[in-house]
């Protein structure tokens, strides 16, 4: 293993949740450490001062003057991890701004976390692996085209997707709901090949993405297994022709959500999660479910309607699917509900996710959600500017996949 | 005796004469079954309890006011302490101010042993509101 | 008698109390008690999320985790304390002290306990410092003769 890349944590309560070793587990299985940026006690009051924000908790100070160090260039690490407890608001405050901090002052790749006692190092496994292939794979993720022929298998917790590619071009595609994580990749890469008229002997290479990235990987002997933040980012700025300049990426997956800014299509700031189902793709298929009707029909019904004439708004799917039943006792359309589904989940994801990072233009929605017309309108009408939805956008994961892929050949 | 483990250190005065190397080379010169570390503002001690305990009081004499001590829950060379393994401990910067702080406190020890009356000053209050109206009226 | 130090980390503190005759209560002993446990792997400190539900005590769910596992610390060191020195105003105040709910929390359990406690300020000059060892002396020695009575 090459040296280990260093990621400096900011962060208050970390050791007195019990969670300080799991953020270490997690670091030291994707080839990383955690540092911390040394400060004199000399340097804390003037870094505050320089800051602007004085908390009153003296951990937060220090995080700070750490935050300076990595600023003024003093203390070199390759990325940047803030986290502190969830439910201080303090802490919350200071968390935002020095990740905006970094950001204006560094090149360095930021993220950050609020986190309860019951953080595990596998929660934050993606996040800290994505810090990590930003850092350790620069070069290949400066990859704008795809060469010679490859795949991409994206196994996400509600569909798997294959796509074939051939001179940075689609050639084959396929999509379906993901059951055994193995078979279901099998069966979209076949007819994904099918359709591009090769075989499997034929593909040069094989990169895998999403919560399946491992086992595919491993069955497939994939050249690329790459966790799908950056992965997603790269098919993201592809398919929507903005592989250079700045973007934001949204992506509203079945059990998690993202929001990642990307340079160059690199991601240098990202969110990941939701509190709840009630935030996620999940909720349309049980809004969907609730109105008897297709998942993909549920978007065509929402752009008919006004979500302002159906009340719903919940953090939990099954206050989310409660308050739709109340709305639909109410003689509500069926319209307005849908509207108002989509709206509920585009508030949360501004929410929760938005917070997090500076949105930067033009805005790109992808993943499977970005198919539903009502939820991207949603989506404009919360961040105030349609977002750009690429043809395609559902294969990110997959289009990144043979993009990257093609690099090791 | 306690056979239970206590780890100490030991910190010099700002004030102080004594220095950390002078303060080690004493302690290993009692010839203790302890171990002892220099560090940049004293030293650390490490050894049975009352073994330490009796080390640390026949150190201060070397300057009784102007050297103190606390005791650390860590062993010495404990790689979760150590700064060399991922930087400094939050702890680090709390023993900086607190040595910088050790002059004043120095100087009431030696003021006690003199058998020095203090006196508490009043309190400072805030200004009335009707006082700083009045300023405020002169100053228009 | 034992004296529960506030900030509980302080070196000062903790020097004062033992130089006049008496037993501090620190975070460093509560500590120590964890990190020698060679049971648990919960590096750096063995403060375990079963430390962190004991919080529970000590504050509710809907208070941030690391003021529970904080309180689950101290919280048994003030039980224990029939007395308490505490500094306010103290600028060092980083690593277990970081918190400043948590030591508001603190300030107000040693309240809760009607134990004898003395109020120090942080001295800013020799003038204070001997104010601060004088208080912190003659409260200690205030103790020894309630102990002989």
């Known amino acids: ?409 | 005796m306690s056979e239970e483990r206590e780890t100490r250190l030991l910190m010099i005065a700002p004030t102080s004469n004594v220095t950390p190397d002078q303060l080690s080379r004493t302690i290993h010169a009692m010839g203790e079954r302890i171990s002892v570390k220099e560090t940049c503002y004293g030293c650390l001690i490490e050894g049975p309890r009352d073994l330490v305990r009796k080390v640390r009081d026949a150190a201060r004499e070397l300057d009784p006011n102007g050297i103190f001590s606390k005791i650390r829950a860590y062993p010495l060379g404990d790689p979760r302490r150590c700064r060399a393994h991922h930087g400094t401990r939050p702890g680090f910067s709390q023993l900086e101010m607190e040595w910088n702080a050790l002059t004043n406190i120095s100087a009431g020890l030696d003021a006690s042993d003199r058998g020095e009356k203090v006196v508490e000053p009043e309190p400072k209050k805030q200004l009335p509101v009707t006082e700083f109206k009045k300023i405020c009226e002169v100053n228009q | 008698m034992k004296v529960f130090i506030d900030p509980p980390n302080s070196l000062i503190l903790f020097d004062l109390i033992e130089r006049f005759g008496h037993e501090p209560l620190s975070t460093m002993a509560a500590l120590q008690e964890r990190v020698d446990n060679i049971e648990i792997d919960m590096p750096p400190m063995n403060v375990t999320l079963d430390d962190v539900i004991k919080g529970l005590k000590y504050a509710g769910i809907e208070v941030p985790s690391g003021i529970r596992g904080r309180l689950a610390v101290w919280g048994p060191l003030i039980e224990e304390a029939d007395a308490a020195v505490v500094m306010e105003g103290a600028p060092f105040s980083f690593g277990c002290v970081g918190c400043e709910r948590s030591n508001l929390m603190v300030k107000y359990l040693l309240q809760r306990r009607n134990i004898p406690v003395l109020y120090v300020t942080y001295p800013e000059d020799e003038e204070q410092g001997k104010l601060v060892v004088a208080k912190v002396k003659e409260f200690l020695q205030g103790l020894d003769k309630k102990e002989a009575n």
């Not at chain 1, 800051?51 to 220090?62: A, I, M």
Request: hydrophobic content about 40%; some cysteine.
């Open chain 1, 1 to 409: 293993m090459a040296e280990l890349i260093k990621i400096a944590q900011l962060s208050c309560g970390t050791e007195y949740s019990s969670v300080q070793y799991e953020i270490e587990k997690a670091a030291r299985s994707v080839g990383a450490k955690i540092v911390y940026p040394d400060v004199s006690a000399a340097d804390i009051n003037a870094a505050v001062e320089r800051f602007g924000f004085n908390p009153r908790s003296p951990q937060l100070k220090l995080m700070i003057a750490r935050a300076v160090q990595l600023a003024d260039g003093l203390y070199d690490a390759d990325a940047v991890f803030i986290a502190t407890c969830f439910r201080c608001a303090e802490a919350a405050l200071v968390r935002n701004e020095l990740r905006r901090f970094i950001q204006e002052n560094t090149r360095l790749p930021v993220v950050t976390y609020s986190f309860t006692e019951r953080l595990k190092a596998s929660q934050l496994l993606t996040r800290m692996e994505a810090l990590v292939t930003i850092v350790a794979r620069k070069e290949l993720l400066a990859r704008e085209k795809q060469s010679g022929l490859t795949a991409g298998l994206d196994s996400g917790s509600s569909t798997t997707k294959a796509v074939v590619m051939q001179d940075n071009k689609i050639i084959g595609k396929a999509w379906m709901p993901t059951g055994d994580v193995v078979e279901s990749a099998t069966s979209v890469l076949e007819e994904a090949m099918k359709m591009a008229g090769v075989e499997l002997k034929d593909l040069e290479a094989i990169g895998t993405t999403g919560y399946g990235r491992f086992t595919l990987g491993k069955h497939f002997n994939a050249k690329l297994v790459q966790e799908e933040l950056t992965v997603n980012s790269k098919g993201a700025v592809w398919l929507a022709d903005r592989q250079r300049g700045e973007a934001t990426i949204i992506d509203i997956g079945g059990m998690d959500n993202k929001a990642i800014t990307v340079r160059d299509g690199v991601p240098d700031n990202f969110t990941m999660g939701g509190v709840c189902a009630g935030a996620s793709g999940r909720f349309m298929e049980m809004t969907a479910r609730r109105l008897k009707i297709d998942v993909s029909e549920l978007g065509n019904y929402a752009v008919k309607g006004n979500w302002k004439n159906a009340k719903m708004n919940s953090y939990c799917s099954v206050f989310g699917i409660q308050d739709l039943v109340t709305t639909l006792g109410e003689g509500k359309s069926f319209e307005d509900v849908a509207a108002a589904a989509c709206h509920s989940v585009a508030e949360q994801v501004y929410e929760q996710q938005l917070q997090e990072v500076d949105v930067r233009h033009p805005i790109i929605q992808v993943g499977g959600t970005s198919l539903n017309a009502g939820l991207v309108k949603a989506i404009g009408e919360v961040l105030g500017e349609p977002p750009i939805v690429p043809e395609n956008s559902q294969f990110i994961g997959a289009v990144g996949g043979a993009l990257l892929s093609s690099g090791f050949l």
